[in-house]
């Protein structure tokens, strides 16, 4: 089955700075490339999403790329914000009627003052 | 709009009993999926239904179980609880009834002790 890589597990950056999340995925047949936020206490949040056909797409502060050739994709967050601090996790899915996503391990960002 | 909402939230159980968690997706999301989520094992897929059927299985063994009601409230059960089914569980709904994956919209999970 689909396996996605994470990293790295932990980022602190200062307010201001960009923060970049690095994903890799195994099956070359997925076509959907989610981002998800998670606050303390609460459920995921989709915050940006691509795919497969798309090289990249931004929204704001935030940008994803994917790479097909590489089976890479990442997350960049400029200016970051105290706010932005979450943990992040990747996703990739093989469509094809169904919401099966598969997770990356989660990326804990902290925003520092 | 109202979001996903599941109940309980908390909930302690001990070694060999069962569990049955509720989840009402949003208005007009046919789509339900549920997720584990633990800190060793990150997001694992359990299952998705769509229209009471389900579409999509993870790798869990057969304790883990749902459905999906024709207003497309979900529920899951695990049977015979082991203290490795400690976990946050989470709901998702999502519109999209095409080929193409949709955005899921979680609920805030419904944690789960096994004592």
């Known amino acids: 089955g689909e396996n996605v890589e994470q990293h790295p597990s932990t980022l602190s950056v200062q307010e201001g700075d960009s923060a970049v999340i690095k994903c890799t995925y195994s099956?070359?047949?997925?076509?959907?490339f989610p981002w998800y936020k998670q606050e303390l206490g609460k459920g995921p949040q989709l915050i940006i999403d691509?795919?497969?056909?798309?090289g990249e797409k931004k929204d704001q502060r935030i940008a994803v790329t994917l790479n097909k050739t590489a089976k890479h994709f990442s997350l960049h967050i400029t200016e970051t914000q105290p706010e932005d601090s979450a943990v992040y996790f990747c996703?990739?899915?093989?469509?094809?009627?169904?919401?099966?996503?598969?997770f990356g391990t989660g990326t804990q960002l902290k925003v520092e003052l | 709009k109202a979001g996903v909402t599941q109940t309980p939230r908390y909930l302690i159980k001990t070694r060999g009993q069962q569990v049955t968690l509720s989840c009402s997706p949003i208005?007009?999301?046919?789509?339900v999926s549920w997720y584990q989520q633990t800190p060793g094992q990150g997001l694992q897929f359990l299952f998705e239904?769509?229209?009471?059927?389900?579409?999509n299985k993870g790798n869990f063994p057969g304790r883990f179980s749902g459905r999906q009601f024709s207003n497309s409230r979900s529920e899951m059960n695990v049977s015979t609880l082991e203290l490795g089914d400690s976990a946050l569980y989470l709901c998702?709904?999502?519109?999209?009834?095409?080929?193409?994956?949709?955005?899921?919209?979680f609920g805030e999970g419904s944690r789960l002790t096994v004592l």
């Open positions: 691509i795919r497969s056909n798309v």
């Open positions: 996703a990739a899915s093989l469509g094809g009627g169904g919401n099966k996503l598969t």
């Open positions: 239904y769509f229209s009471e059927t389900q579409r």
């Open positions: 998702a709904s999502s519109y999209n009834i095409g080929g193409s994956t949709g955005e899921l919209f």
């Open positions: 099956d070359s047949a997925s076509n959907y």
């Open positions: 208005s007009g999301h046919r789509s």
